[in-house]
T-cell receptor, first 112, second 110 residues
Framework: DTAVSQTPKYLVTQMGNDKSIKCEQN?????MYWYKQDSKKFLKIMFS???????INETVPNRFSPKSPDKAHLNLHINSLELGDSAVYFC???????????FGDGTRLSIL | AQRVTQPEKLLSVFKGAPVELKCNYSYSGSPELFWYVQYSRQRLQLLLRHISRESIKGFTADLNKGETSFHLKKPFAQEEDSAMYYC????????????FGTGTRLKVLA
């Protein structure tokens, strides 16, 4: 029974397209996150939501827009995809600040 | 500014040898520190956190506030320990923040 699930696992698309990645957690956690892991394996936080409210919004192009319809879901929509967006995107959740995070399997986004 | 430094990008050791993955942090308050592990093409998962003082898969990590370090150690490396290891710092700055180090790839050679 997967705790944090992301769809799709792989996403191959062309430059300029718009795409979404979905994330759902069944752990009852209040806080959810989006991370970007680049080709050098650097892991950088993009957004954090606590109970549907945005609490962390790092320096990310405004082409990236998170949406949290409820506290169990945090989706990531990306407009006008660029080559530099190619990466693995991880969703995570935690009970609250300072607590360990539970990660999804990641979505590997490849821009052609 | 708060920071987590993992000075080694790659660490190669032979099976059975001791392992130490270095992590230094920069934070003036009381930190929450974690080690996460990512096996090949898998999700990140929590390995251990400093407040629990556990040994997981033979790994331990001690918080040294004087040296602002949280190094990860294992006395005898096994091939299945090969993975990416990330040190992470959680702290409050208005709200909770989470910073990951750049990661160290551990390769355990047969």
């Amino acid at each position: 029974d997967t705790a944090v699930s992301q769809t799709p696992k792989y996403l191959v698309t062309q430059m300029g397209n718009d795409k979404s990645i979905k994330c759902e957690q069944n752990l009852g956690h209040d806080t959810m996150y989006w991370y970007k892991q680049d080709s050098k394996k650097f892991l950088k936080i993009m957004f954090s939501y606590n109970n549907k409210e945005l609490i962390i919004n790092e320096t990310v192009p405004n082409r990236f827009s998170p949406k949290s319809p409820d506290k169990a879901h945090l989706n990531l929509h990306i407009n006008s995809l660029e080559l530099g967006d190619s990466a693995v995107y991880f969703c995570a959740s935690s009970p609250g600040g300072g607590q360990p995070q539970h990660f999804g399997d990641g979505t590997r986004l490849s821009i052609l | 500014a708060q920071r987590v430094t993992q000075p080694e990008k790659l660490l190669s050791v032979f099976k059975g040898a001791p392992v130490e993955l270095k992590c230094n942090y920069s934070y003036s308050g009381s930190p929450e520190l974690f080690w996460y592990v990512q096996y090949s093409r898998q999700r990140l998962q929590l390995l251990l956190r400093h407040i629990s003082r556990e040994s997981i898969k033979g790994f331990t990590a001690d918080l040294n506030k004087g040296e602002t370090s949280f190094h990860l150690k294992k006395p005898f490396a096994q091939e299945e320990d090969s993975a990416m290891y990330y040190c992470a710092l959680s702290f409050t700055s208005g709200t909770y923040k989470y910073i990951f180090g750049t990661g160290t790839r551990l390769k355990v050679l047969a």
